[in-house]
């Protein structure tokens, strides 16, 4: 128990300092995740929408398959890209392996498929007069789909945290992508992941900290859009 509070003592101590270390760690992790969020909402909300609003031959099985991808393991990720952007794939020459790049690669492919669910869930769970009176109202195409995200756009908002949340989470990809080097690619999981088994448990466990609070501010914040919506 001594062992745990000293190092709880010492974690607090590195978090209130403001360590220099460690918040690199946490603005690495931070700046990577929200780049792969936006650019991955950038994608799958007009997806999402569209998917939600037309009826096509295999949209069943589309669905099925993006309830498949939103449970795959991050290594899987990690292990096709990197045979993707290894110096002997066919991306090699992009020079993109232990780069922030891949490590947002992954993660915007990691949770597409979450956002997109997730938008085609709010649409469908939307007032089922909101179709018909666009159509009335004459609304097509771009303009059809940027209403009807207006209308969701708290729910399509708590699909992008819950995204976001996946990928500030995310290890494995990270780890092989990346290469957890120092001030370029370690992230916050990474970082606990070499700490720990460097043995230095307080650094581990100041990170550890800050990743549960920033996962409380994100569920907090998502408790408050849902309160919102109703």
């Avoid at 569209?50 to 009826?55: D, F, I, P, Q, W």
């Avoid at 790049?101 to 939307?126: E, G, K, R, S």
């Avoid at 990809?173 to 370029?184: K, P, S, T, Y």
Wanted: contains cysteine; charged residues 10%; neutral net charge.
């Amino acid at each position: 128990m001594d062992y745990l509070a000293n190092a709880l003592v010492a974690a607090l101590g590195l978090i209130s300092s403001f360590d220099a270390d460690l918040y690199q760690i946490v603005y690495t992790s931070v700046y990577i995740s929200v780049v792969a969020c936006f650019f991955a909402a950038l994608i799958s909300v007009p997806v999402g929408v569209t998917v939600a609003l037309n009826s096509f031959p295999g949209k069943r099985a589309l669905q099925h398959l993006l309830n498949t991808l939103m449970a795959m393991p991050t290594v899987v990720i990690g292990l096709l890209l990197y045979g993707m952007f290894s110096r002997m794939g066919p991306l090699g020459d992009w020079g993109l392996l232990y780069t922030p790049t891949a490590i947002i690669i992954a993660q915007c492919l990691l949770i597409m498929p979450i956002m997109i669910n997730l938008t085609i869930t709010a649409v469908h769970t939307a007032d089922p007069r909101l179709l018909p009176t666009l159509l009335t109202m004459g609304a097509r195409g771009f303009s059809l789909t940027w209403q009807v995200v207006r209308v969701t756009r708290v729910a399509i908002l708590i699909g992008i945290i819950t995204g976001f949340g996946r990928a500030i989470g995310e290890v494995g990809a990270a780890m092989m992508l990346g290469g957890n080097i120092e001030g370029f690619t370690r992230t916050m999981t990474t970082a606990i992941a070499l700490e720990t088994s460097k043995g230095e448990f307080e650094l581990a466990l100041a990170l550890g900290l800050l990743l549960l609070i920033l996962a409380f501010m994100l569920n907090f914040l998502m408790s408050a859009l849902q309160g919102k919506a109703r």
